[in-house]
């Protein structure tokens, strides 16, 4: 019988575990998670905004599920390290230190908040929220507090702010350079700053803060040389690849700093994979291995894993990173590629802006958007796109996912796009980087797997 | 599927008694002025949406290839079997949310309390019992209607026929349009 030891008890770590036992009806899976429980880490805003008050509130991948396909989880319990030689893991935890064997591993430890360097960022005050009791002193600390300042410019920053303004507080947005700068274009990161901005988040842009101040705790920051005084301060700076345990046993990182690993999901040692918030992974059209920490990616990437570990010879086309939210009112999409993702992986874009034909809701039976963009590559085949709207923005939402995925030709996407009833213009903005053509693109095998694992799952 | 829910927008007042009866099947408290209290607020799955000047209560379409079904990267959007409709299993979202990005319909949505994704299911424990939707049975004109595929496909064949009727009568004057035209002359 085939032993498959998972570390890590998230998205990642459990959709590998379940993928290793419908791959395998007969292996032994153990998944070790340092949580007291599985849940989704997206319900951490609820937490924050007084939904829910404890970590099951959001719970995941229950006794239940995992009874179904005969996993066994330890938790809470933390593996210390990995015995490549042996081919065992260290656990500890339940009172206990134990040797696990394991004919294959997954490595699935996710990712840890990114503290920037800020002189005072160490004060007591300082507060991060990738973890539920992270964000449970966040909930302690805000009980009394009025104002809060949040600092990053992703879309978990922006909903921890928001859930901080629904308790009643006055929160400031800190972004050193833009919001959603990794995946939306400047000129719609300006547009949702404005927009934020008037629905009451009170945006500090342009630069960091240069001081976290106050005589053992927090009790103000300094931006522009403007001092704030707040209780509160939220780091929400994205997160860093938890590696130190697959670099003690001397599995290699990629240049992102993050696992290495080939389209199986391998890493540079035999039988140990990895996925998830702590793994690089193959983007879509560029085949390129790339730091994507998102829980879409990282499940799908673990399915592959899981399945391999239990013998599988499974295999990723690449991934397409796609991510929706809504934020203070606005609908934001963003699909595939933006101008600083492509430049990562070398990609030539050209940037153009896509403009619904009514804007605002006065068409409200459409569906709009505010502003649109369309990236495609050298050779005319949509790479990216992005759009904000405050009125059903998924009817072209959609759309938009299939021709980034399928990489479709932007001449003939645009005809149908453009119905008889609606009517499309683009103008074109900016090309960017270097020109090095991309294969592979208008492939949906990714999306084709995925399915064939449901269905396995299914029977 | 072998049924749907199918809407009259020629009967809809937009009186929103759908989403109330949706919010309400969905609280915690199933009754109205509990309902009303509880944090967060009870989530309607289905809405009354304002197109030009229609009301039109949509709902998921429980589409037969559904992009839902198709991107959920855990298998948490499934069909218990095709004439099922389409739901999402909690205990397998990570609230990744794609299954929002592909929807032509916007129907899915953010669950407020633990962020897993919700969605209309038809009142698939209801059905099962040989019950209507609440959304069908709330609707005091009868503008929301579940019915089988074979109903719909009659009617449709009516229409279709009368429409033809309508229209070869149209050159000979036998009926309908044309009469009518020429006597407004
Ligand atoms: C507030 C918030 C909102 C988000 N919203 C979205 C969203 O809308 N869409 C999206 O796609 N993504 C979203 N994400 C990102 C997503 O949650 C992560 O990408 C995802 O959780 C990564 O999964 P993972 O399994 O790789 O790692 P993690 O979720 O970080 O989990 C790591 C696991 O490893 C365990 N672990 C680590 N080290 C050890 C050890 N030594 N021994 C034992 N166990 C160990 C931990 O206990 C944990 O169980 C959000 C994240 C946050 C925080």
């Not at chain 1, 360097?117 to 002193?137: L, M, R």
């Not at chain 1, 153009?352 to 502003?371: I, K």
């Not at chain 2, 199933?30 to 799955?45: F, H």
């Not at chain 2, 949310?97 to 962020?115: A, N, S, T, W």
Request: glycine share 10%; proline share 3%; charged share 25%.
């Amino acid at each position: 019988m085939r032993k498959v030891v998972v570390i890590g008890g998230s998205a990642a770590g459990m959709m590998a575990a379940i993928s290793a036992a419908v791959y395998d009806s007969n292996a032994d899976v153990t998944v070790v998670s340092r949580d007291l429980t599985a849940y989704r880490r997206p319900g951490i805003p609820a937490l924050v905004a007084g939904y829910i008050s404890d970590p099951a509130g959001a719970g995941v991948f229950a006794g239940e599920t995992l009874g179904q396909y005969k996993i066994r989880l330890i938790c809470p319990a933390e593996v210390t390290n990995i015995n490549v030689k042996t081919k065992t893991v260290s656990v500890q935890g339940e009172g206990k230190i134990q040797e696990l064997g394991f004919d294959s591993a997954v490595i699935a430890t996710g990712g840890y908040p990114i503290i920037p360097k800020i002189p005072g960022s160490e004060k007591k005050g300082v507060y991060t929220f990738t973890t539920f009791e992270g964000a449970q002193e966040i909930v302690e600390a805000t009980r009394e507090a009025e104002t809060a300042v949040v600092v990053g410019a992703g879309f978990v920053a922006l909903e921890i702010a928001e859930s901080l303004m629904h308790k009643g507080l006055d929160v400031y947005f800190n972004v050193r350079s833009r919001i959603l700068r990794k995946i939306v274009e400047p000129d719609v990161s300006e547009f949702l700053s404005r927009r934020f901005d008037k629905s009451g988040l009170k945006m500090l842009i342009g630069e960091a803060i240069s001081e976290v101040g106050g005589a053992g705790s927090v009790e103000y920051v300094v931006h522009k040389s403007k001092k704030i005084s707040t209780k509160v301060v939220i780091m929400g700076t994205g997160v860093k690849p938890s590696v130190s345990l697959a670099e003690k046993c001397g599995i290699a990182l990629g240049s992102s700093g993050a696992i290495k690993v080939d389209n199986r999901m391998q890493t540079s040692v035999a039988d140990i994979y990895a996925a998830g918030d702590c793994a690089e992974s193959p983007d879509l059209g560029t085949g390129r291995f790339v730091y994507s920490p998102v829980g879409s990616i990282g499940a799908m990437a673990g399915r592959i894993a899981g399945a391999n570990a239990a013998g599988g010879n499974e295999e990723s086309k690449g991934f397409l990173r796609a991510q929706t939210d809504e934020i203070l009112g606005m609908q934001i999409f963003s699909i595939g590629h933006s101008t600083t993702t492509a430049k990562e992986v070398n990609l030539a874009v050209t940037v153009r802006d896509l403009r619904a034909p009514v804007s605002g809701q006065d068409d409200r039976g459409a569906g709009s958007f505010e502003t649109g963009k369309l990236l495609t590559d050298i050779d005319n085949r949509i790479v990216g796109a992005q759009l904000v709207s405050v009125y059903h923005g998924s009817q072209y939402a959609w759309q938009l996912y299939q021709a980034v995925l399928r990489g479709k030709d932007r001449e003939k996407f645009l005809k149908e796009f453009n119905s008889p009833r609606r009517k499309f213009t683009e103008t074109m903005l900016a090309t960017a980087g270097s020109t090095i053509s991309v294969e592979n693109v208008g492939d949906d095998n990714a999306l084709r797997w995925q399915n064939k694992l449901c269905q396995k799952q299914e029977q | 599927m072998d049924k749907i829910i199918i809407v009259d927008i020629e009967k809809c007042l937009a009186c929103k008694s759908c989403e109330i009866a949706c919010a309400l099947a969905h609280s915690r408290s199933k009754i109205l002025s509990e309902a009303a209290q509880e944090s967060p607020k009870p989530q309607r799955m289905m809405a009354v949406e304002a197109a030009g000047e229609y009301g039109v209560p949509i709902q998921c379409r429980h589409c037969e290839s559904a992009p839902c079904i198709e991107i959920c990267p855990t298998g948490a959007i499934h069909r218990e079997d095709e004439q099922s409709p389409v739901v999402v299993e909690a205990d397998l979202c990570i609230g990744c949310k794609l299954c929002m990005l592909v929807c032509p319909f916007g129907v899915l949505k953010i669950g407020k309390e633990g962020r897993a994704i919700i969605k209309c299911d038809m009142c698939y424990e209801r059905l099962k019992e040989g019950m209507v939707p609440e959304c069908v049975e709330a609707c005091p004109t009868g503008a929301i209607k579940l019915v089988s595929l074979e109903e719909v496909t009659k009617s449709r064949r009516k229409e279709a026929s009368e429409q033809i009727v309508r229209e070869s009568g149209s050159g000979k004057g036998r009926q309908g349009k044309a009469k009518r035209v020429k006597g407004g002359k």
